[in-house]
C-alpha cells in the first residue's frame, strides 16, 4: 500500500513539474476597429444657399499588432503572462472640407502605441497536438502618439493655395481591458505554433497636441503663429482665465479617443 500511494505521488509531483514552466512567444496579427463612433464630419459648401454635412464614424483600433510575450504556467491549466506590444494604427479620415469657392481639404490620423498586457491564462493543458486557452486581462500604453495631417487646398480670398499642416498628439495614462480564445498546435516538447482571436476594448483620453509643420504654398509658415495656436492642453475644466495668454498652451477640453478591436494573431512559442 505504501508502494502505491508513493508511486502516485511520484507521478503527480512529475506531471505537475511538466505542467509547469516558462515560455516565451512571438506574434503578429491584424485588428479590426470595433464601436464605431463620430471622428468628424463631411462638409460639402454646394453653393451660397446649400449644403450637405455627413458624419465620418469609425475608429483608431484598426491596425497591425506585434507582440513579444513572456509567461509562466503555475499548473497545467493555470498561468500568467506579461506581453508587450507594439501597434501601428491604419490610417483614418476624421475630416473634409469641400466649397463651391476652391477648398478641398482633407484631415487624417493615425496612432502608434507601446502597450503591456498582464493577463491571466487557463488552458484546457492537453497533451494532445492541439491544446485550447483563453487569455484575459489589462491593457496598458505605456509609450505612443496618435499623429494627424492636413492637406488640400483652400480659398485664400484671391484664388486657391495649397495647405500642408502635421501634428501629433499625446494620451494620458489609460487602462483597457482585452480578452482572447485561441489554440496551440504542438510541434514538438518545446515548439508550438498558436492562433488567437483577441478582443481588446481601450479608450486613450489626450493629454496635449501640438502643431509640428504648417506650409502655405510651399512656404513654411510656422513661426507666424503664438503658442496658444500651435499647442494644446487638454483639461477637465476651464474658466474665464484658462486662455488669457496666447505664449501658453490654449486650455480645451477633451474626449477619449476609442481604440476598441477584435483581432486575430498567430505566432509562435518557445517552452524552455
Same mark, same amino acid.
Given at each position: 500500500?505504501?508502494? #502505491?500511494?508513493?508511486?502516485?505521488?511520484?507521478?503527480? @509531483?512529475?506531471?505537475?513539474?511538466?505542467?509547469?514552466?516558462?515560455?516565451?512567444?512571438?506574434?503578429?496579427? /491584424?485588428?479590426?476597429?470595433?464601436?464605431?463612433?463620430?471622428?468628424?464630419?463631411?462638409?460639402?459648401?454646394?453653393?451660397?444657399?446649400?449644403?450637405?454635412?455627413?458624419?465620418? /464614424?469609425?475608429? =483608431?483600433?484598426?491596425?497591425?499588432?506585434?507582440?513579444?510575450?513572456?509567461? &509562466?504556467?503555475?499548473?497545467? =491549466?493555470?498561468?500568467?503572462?506579461?506581453?508587450?506590444?507594439?501597434?501601428?494604427?491604419?490610417?483614418?479620415?476624421?475630416?473634409?472640407?469641400? @466649397?463651391?469657392?476652391?477648398?478641398?481639404?482633407?484631415?487624417?490620423?493615425?496612432?502608434? !502605441?507601446?502597450?503591456?498586457?498582464? !493577463?491571466?491564462?487557463?488552458?484546457?493543458?492537453?497533451?494532445?497536438?492541439?491544446?485550447? &486557452?483563453?487569455?484575459?486581462?489589462?491593457?496598458?500604453?505605456?509609450?505612443?502618439? %496618435? @499623429?494627424?495631417?492636413?492637406?488640400?487646398?483652400?480659398?485664400?480670398?484671391?484664388?486657391?493655395? @495649397?495647405?500642408?499642416?502635421?501634428?501629433?498628439?499625446?494620451?494620458?495614462?489609460?487602462?483597457? &481591458? %482585452?480578452?482572447?480564445?485561441?489554440?496551440?498546435?504542438?510541434?514538438?516538447?518545446? #515548439?508550438?505554433?498558436?492562433?488567437?482571436?483577441?478582443?481588446?476594448? #481601450?479608450?486613450?483620453?489626450?493629454?496635449? !497636441?501640438?502643431?509640428?509643420? &504648417?506650409?502655405?504654398?510651399?512656404?513654411?509658415?510656422?513661426?507666424?503663429?503664438?503658442?496658444?495656436?500651435?499647442?494644446?492642453? /487638454?483639461?477637465?475644466?476651464?474658466?474665464?482665465?484658462?486662455?488669457?495668454?496666447?505664449?501658453?498652451?490654449?486650455?480645451?477640453?477633451?474626449?477619449?479617443?476609442?481604440?476598441?478591436?477584435?483581432?486575430?494573431?498567430?505566432?509562435?512559442?518557445?517552452?524552455?
Amino acid at each position: 500500500m505504501k508502494k #502505491l500511494v508513493l508511486s502516485i505521488a511520484t507521478m503527480l @509531483t512529475v506531471s505537475g513539474a511538466m505542467a509547469q514552466g516558462m515560455y516565451a512567444s512571438f506574434n503578429l496579427g /491584424y485588428a479590426g476597429g470595433t464601436s464605431s463612433e463620430l471622428l468628424g464630419t463631411d462638409f460639402n459648401l454646394k453653393s451660397a444657399t446649400s449644403f450637405e454635412e455627413n458624419g465620418i /464614424y469609425g475608429t =483608431h483600433g484598426s491596425g497591425i499588432p506585434i507582440g513579444l510575450n513572456f509567461g &509562466y504556467m503555475f499548473t497545467q =491549466h493555470v498561468g500568467f503572462e506579461l506581453g508587450f506590444n507594439y501597434f501601428m494604427g491604419s490610417e483614418v479620415t476624421i475630416d473634409v472640407t469641400k @466649397t463651391f469657392f476652391g477648398d478641398d481639404v482633407t484631415t487624417t490620423s493615425k496612432g502608434y !502605441q507601446i502597450r503591456v498586457l498582464p !493577463q491571466l491564462i487557463i488552458s484546457t493543458g492537453s497533451e494532445d497536438a492541439l491544446n485550447f &486557452y483563453s487569455k484575459f486581462g489589462l491593457v496598458m500604453p505605456v509609450a505612443g502618439e %496618435t @499623429t494627424f495631417k492636413q492637406e488640400g487646398v483652400f480659398f485664400n480670398g484671391l484664388g486657391t493655395s @495649397t495647405i500642408l499642416v502635421e501634428g501629433n498628439s499625446t494620451g494620458s495614462f489609460s487602462l483597457g &481591458y %482585452t480578452g482572447a480564445l485561441g489554440t496551440t498546435f504542438n510541434l514538438s516538447e518545446s #515548439l508550438s505554433l498558436f492562433g488567437e482571436l483577441q478582443l481588446i476594448n #481601450l479608450r486613450i483620453k489626450p493629454a496635449t !497636441q501640438t502643431i509640428t509643420k &504648417y506650409m502655405i504654398a510651399g512656404n513654411d509658415v510656422l513661426s507666424t503663429f503664438d503658442t496658444d495656436q500651435l499647442e494644446t492642453e /487638454y483639461v477637465s475644466t476651464i474658466n474665464q482665465d484658462s486662455n488669457v495668454d496666447n505664449t501658453t498652451p490654449k486650455k480645451v477640453i477633451g474626449t477619449s479617443t476609442n481604440y476598441n478591436s477584435l483581432g486575430l494573431n498567430i505566432g509562435v512559442r518557445y517552452n524552455f
